[in-house]
């Protein structure tokens, strides 16, 4: 019997924040660790991540016109 996939990731938990780039554009930036994981730094670091994207899309933008 193969292995579900799914049922591997029952002990893990997932952080997501949103980020914007120029256009309107939008998407989602997501870790998935343990349950027991220290979500203060990881929510800060998904959250970091999150706007580093958002102002790099723009940048790049800006560069490109």
Not at 19 to 28: D, Y
Not at 52 to 62: H, N, Q, T
């Amino acid at each position: 019997v193969a292995d579900n996939p799914i049922a591997r990731l029952e002990k893990c938990t997932g952080i997501t924040a949103p980020f914007r780039g120029p256009n309107e554009e939008r998407g989602q930036i997501g870790l998935i660790g343990p349950m027991r994981m220290d979500y203060r730094t990881m929510i800060g670091l998904v959250d970091l991540t999150a706007n580093v994207v958002s102002r790099r899309r723009s940048d790049l933008l800006a560069t490109a016109r």
